[in-house]
């Protein structure tokens, strides 16, 4: 985490702006969910095993899904601030890279491909035996997710 920091920093010092899939490499690292993740198991240490660890330290795809619409998600609330002269988001760093200036058709699409791995991802772990007991996603679920994004 400390690289992913330092190259934020090296960034800002010489005025660099990455694209969007370079500054998300990093500020995936930086966002902290997976570190919250792993500090969520503390508590569970008897249940939790350290290959669980391991497994959330190497971002598996559902993760990385999840990481990606909580950067983005947070990243829209500070793009206001950015058009103030602050340091550009990634939402306005992808308006750049891709001359576009509505991003919002983007953002549903990367949300709704997170939605489908994690919907995959999770019925591949229901049909083996692991995570959640049912193998479909109910409509609730569905919704409550698409309100969050």
Known sequence: MAHAYLQESNWANVGYVPKLEEHLRVTLITAGYSLITCASYLG???????????????LPKI??????????????????????????T????????????????????????????YTRLR???????????GGSVEYSEYRIWSQAV
Request: hydrophobic share 30%; glycine share 6%; net charge negative.
């Open 44 to 58: 569970m240490k008897e249940v939790i095993s350290k290959d669980t660890y391991e497994w959330v330290a190497n």
């Open 123 to 133: 019925e591949t772990h229901a049909a083996s035996g692991e995570g959640s007991s």
């Open 90 to 117: 990634p939402v306005e760093l992808h308006s750049r890279t891709h001359k576009r200036q509505e991003d919002q058709q983007w953002i549903d699409e990367r949300s709704r491909k997170s939605y489908e791995d």
């Open 63 to 88: 993760l990385k899904s999840i990481n990606i619409v909580g950067r983005l998600m947070n990243d829209i609330g500070s793009y206001q601030k950015a058009m103030l002269g602050r340091e550009p």
